[in-house]
């Protein structure tokens, strides 16, 4: 029976040190007042400073989740020495394996979904619709799942794949929620080879 017990804190602990790092981008950015510029998820996303902020905020609660994670590994620390020792050891790998992944990818690896690089990219996008020399005399330009279209000429001008924005789901709330989980906020979706 303490088997079953330990095996069963162990396995809540790492599921707590698995959410609550990811905490800034899983929840913080899906408020109803963070989203009143956005159509609804899935559909495709005017680009418009809106957007390029959106893509900086999201790309700040990335990096945020590397203070958050401090909290997990210190109540994990705790456990080990004066609580449960199962409950710990499972936050305490989950969390540390949380900080292992982010700190990677400064040093090489994936590159996190939301970066400067693409806000800047968009941005361009944007002030190129503009301009004489756009793809076509009213161009708008959205950003569908695998990549940036002019709404009105359909001439793709990205490829650059979007990830989740922070808009609340279509998919109802526990599938929507274990997807993020899952996707870590990438796209959800590859480009061919012929394309990339």
Same mark, same amino acid.
């Given at each position: 029976?303490?088997?079953?017990?330990?095996?069963?804190?162990? %396995?809540?602990?790492?599921?707590?040190?698995?959410?609550?790092?990811?905490?800034?981008?899983?929840?913080?950015?899906?408020?109803?007042?963070?989203?009143?510029?956005?159509?609804?998820?899935?559909?495709?996303?005017?680009?418009?400073?809106?957007?390029?902020?959106?893509?900086?905020?999201?790309?700040?609660?990335?990096?945020?989740?590397?203070?958050?994670?401090?909290?997990?590994?210190?109540?994990?620390?705790?456990?080990?020495?004066?609580? =449960?020792?199962?409950?710990?050891?499972?936050?305490?790998? %989950?969390?540390?394996?949380?900080?292992?992944?982010?700190? !990677?990818?400064?040093?090489?690896?994936?590159?996190?979904?939301?970066?400067?690089?693409?806000? @800047?990219?968009?941005?361009? @996008?944007?002030?190129?619709?503009?301009?004489?020399? %756009? +793809?076509?005399?009213? %161009?708008?330009?959205?950003? !569908?799942?695998?990549?940036?279209? +002019?709404?009105?000429?359909?001439?793709?001008?990205?490829?650059?794949?979007?990830? =989740?924005?922070?808009?609340?789901?279509?998919e109802r709330r526990p599938i929507g929620f274990f997807?993020?989980?899952?996707s870590d906020g990438y796209p959800m979706v590859s480009?061919? =080879?012929?394309?990339?």
């Open positions: 029976m303490s088997l079953i017990a330990g095996v069963g804190f162990f %396995a809540l602990g790492g599921c707590i040190g698995h959410i609550l790092p990811r905490f800034p981008f899983l929840m913080m950015s899906r408020t109803k007042g963070f989203n009143t510029h956005f159509p609804r998820h899935p559909e495709a996303i005017p680009l418009s400073p809106q957007l390029t902020q959106r893509i900086l905020h999201m790309r700040m609660f990335y990096w945020m989740g590397l203070i958050v994670v401090l909290l997990p590994l210190i109540l994990g620390l705790v456990s080990v020495r004066w609580g =449960d020792a199962a409950f710990g050891f499972g936050l305490w790998i %989950a969390s540390g394996w949380y900080l292992l992944n982010r700190l !990677q990818s400064l040093f090489g690896g994936q590159t996190p979904p939301w970066t400067k690089k693409m806000a @800047l990219e968009l941005q361009v @996008l944007s002030n190129q619709a503009e301009q004489p020399g %756009a +793809c076509c005399n009213w %161009a708008s330009p959205s950003w !569908q799942i695998k990549g940036v279209v +002019c709404m009105n000429c359909n001439s793709k001008l990205s490829n650059m794949l979007r990830p =989740d924005l922070g808009r609340k789901r279509s997807r993020l989980l899952l480009l061919p =080879d012929e394309e990339e």
